[in-house]
């Protein structure tokens, strides 16, 4: 058993930033594929980053091109936790963010996630 838990949504106006944190627990966390997903209101859940596990420094990253320039998916092995660094956030970022994780391999679809964190809200103004 994982869990997750996400922190650091909020406020904010456009073009600002925030960063999401996930703190895991329960497994061994390096061995495991992290991943953002968001939910607007009306809307389905969809993939926002994923970042690998390694045995070195170097890590996979993919995202979805909506973001692609804006945010960066890193992770600390040390303090099991997973990040998603958001800047130049847009009104249509607004969404409830959700972290989630996968034995193995990366992961774009939401179908093959294992655990999922409960959410963290970020709404961005205009």
């Known amino acids: 058993q994982v869990q997750l838990v996400e922190s650091g949504g909020g406020l904010v106006q456009a073009g600002g930033s925030l960063r999401l944190s996930c703190a895991a627990s329960g497994r061994t966390f390096s061995r495991y594929a992290m991943g953002w997903f968001r939910q607007a209101p009306g809307k389905e859940r969809e993939f926002v980053a994923t970042?690998?596990?390694?045995?070195?420094?170097?890590?996979?990253?993919y995202y979805t091109d909506a973001v692609k320039g804006r945010f960066t998916i890193f992770r600390d092995n040390a303090k099991n936790t997973v990040y998603l660094q958001m800047n130049s956030l847009k009104p249509e970022d607004t969404a409830v963010y959700y972290c989630?994780?996968?034995?193995?391999?990366?992961?774009?679809?939401?179908?093959?996630?294992?655990?999922w964190g409960q959410g963290t809200q970020v709404t961005v103004s205009s």
């Open positions: 989630a994780t996968k034995y193995g391999s990366v992961f774009y679809d939401p179908s093959r996630v294992d655990y």
């Open positions: 970042i690998g596990w390694s045995d070195s420094s170097t890590y996979y990253t």
